[in-house]
Structure formats: structure tokens, C-alpha cells
């Protein structure tokens, strides 16, 4: 098995740009979680989707983040305009089942950062 | 909050000796996981435990689980240079949507 898989794997952008995040889930998998890892806050949970159906997104900082899950085996987020704070390693996650039951597996992360 | 907290924040320690860090946290939980961090690199999984358990070893590992203290415990043994990396504890609670919530970690150095 591939594991999950994520692109970019570096993002360099300028304020007020689009950026958008991409990930596959582990086949068969049917829970997806987006974190964000900082130095200042560490390893936050954004939004984490159960069934394709978004379960919990109060850790999504503000209206300029957006996620989607149109099926198991893609999901992106969205930053639009960033800013540099969202400078950042987003880690994508999944697992078997709800998030508190089984072990999640984390792609590789992508580093973004906004100038 | 629910929060696990790592102590200590850093540890540095000779190849061969054993690593302990500690995860403190404050709500009653469902289980506890930890996790692994290599540089740059994703989380690994290591040891998911659940709140009626006390103690689970794997190989090298061994991780404890003191609910009226509300604290675990990470034991490396043998220490490898392989194992330098970042080591998180996870609380998942017993009421809401029971997500991870991640602690700071601790920062494992194995000298050689």
C-alpha cells in the first residue's frame, strides 16, 4: 500500500493567493483528518471527515479555509487569499474508523509558505 | 483541557541506555495513542491504550497508562540512534466528536 499520499509537498506562494492542498486517503479507509503543525501551536486538527461527510470542523481557523471530500479517495484544502500566518506542515491523516478507535496514518505533510 | 502534555520537553541520552517521557492530561479519556515524529517526516503510530488497560509492550516499547493519575508513560529500552525523534501523546476523549488532540511532545536525542 502506498500509504497516504499529499501534494504538493512544497508550497511557496505570495500573500493573497489561492492555495489548495491535496489528498489520498489509504484505500478503504473511511475517515480523513487535515491537521496543521506550527512551532508556536503544534499539531492542531483543521477538519476531519467520516464517510466522505465532514464530522468536526471547529479547529478551521477562519472563512478563508476550505475543505472537501467529494469521495473516499480525494479530499483538498483550500486557503483562500492566505496569508503568512497560515505558513505551515499540513498533514494529512486517515484510518480505519472514527477518529478515537483506531490508529490514523499521516502522509508526509506539505510545507507551505506564504510570503 | 484535554490536552496531554509531554514532560520532558527535551531528552538527550547515551545509545543503549532506556528513554522515558511522560504525557500528563486533565479530562477523562477513552484512550491514549503515541505517536512518532522523525525529522521532516509524517507521524507514525505507535501504541494506541485504552482506558481499562494498565500496561502494553511492543518489542521495545512499553507504555503505561495511570488513569487516577491521569498520566502515561513511553519507556524505550535499548536505545537506538534510530530512535532519535519527536514522541507525541494523543488523548482521545470520552464525550464529542472523540478526535485526537495532540500534546507538545518531547524531543528524543540518542547521542551515539
Known amino acids: 500500500d502506498a500509504g497516504v499520499i499529499q501534494s504538493p509537498r512544497h508550497e511557496v506562494t505570495e500573500m493573497g493567493q489561492e492555495v489548495t492542498l491535496r489528498c489520498k486517503p489509504i484505500s478503504g479507509h473511511n475517515s480523513l483528518f487535515w491537521y496543521r503543525q506550527t512551532m508556536m501551536r503544534g499539531l492542531e486538527l483543521l477538519i476531519y471527515f467520516n464517510n466522505n461527510v465532514p464530522i468536526d470542523d471547529s479547529g478551521m481557523p477562519e472563512d478563508r479555509f476550505s475543505a472537501k471530500m467529494p469521495n473516499a479517495s480525494f479530499s483538498t484544502l483550500k486557503i483562500q487569499p492566505s496569508e503568512p500566518r497560515d505558513s505551515a506542515v499540513y498533514f494529512c491523516?486517515?484510518?480505519?474508523?472514527?477518529?478515537?478507535?483506531?490508529?490514523?496514518?499521516f502522509g508526509p505533510g506539505t510545507r507551505l509558505t506564504v510570503l | 483541557s484535554q490536552q496531554g502534555e509531554e514532560d520532558p520537553q527535551a531528552l538527550s541520552i547515551q545509545e543503549g541506555e532506556n528513554a522515558t517521557m511522560n504525557c500528563s492530561y486533565k479530562?477523562?479519556?477513552?484512550?491514549l495513542q503515541w505517536y512518532r515524529q522523525n525529522s521532516g517526516r509524517g507521524l507514525v503510530h505507535l501504541n494506541l491504550i485504552r482506558s481499562n488497560e494498565r500496561e502494553k509492550h511492543s518489542g521495545r516499547l512499553r507504555v503505561t497508562l495511570d488513569t487516577s493519575k491521569k498520566s502515561s508513560s513511553l519507556l524505550i529500552t535499548a536505545s537506538r540512534a534510530a530512535d532519535t525523534a519527536s514522541y507525541f501523546c494523543?488523548?482521545?476523549?470520552?464525550?464529542?466528536?472523540?478526535?485526537?488532540?495532540f500534546g507538545q511532545g518531547t524531543r528524543l536525542t540518542i547521542n551515539p
Open positions: 494523543a488523548t482521545v476523549g470520552i464525550q464529542g466528536a472523540q478526535k485526537l488532540v
Open positions: 491523516a486517515s484510518s480505519l474508523g472514527l477518529a478515537g478507535a483506531y490508529e490514523q496514518f
Open positions: 479530562t477523562s479519556i477513552n484512550n
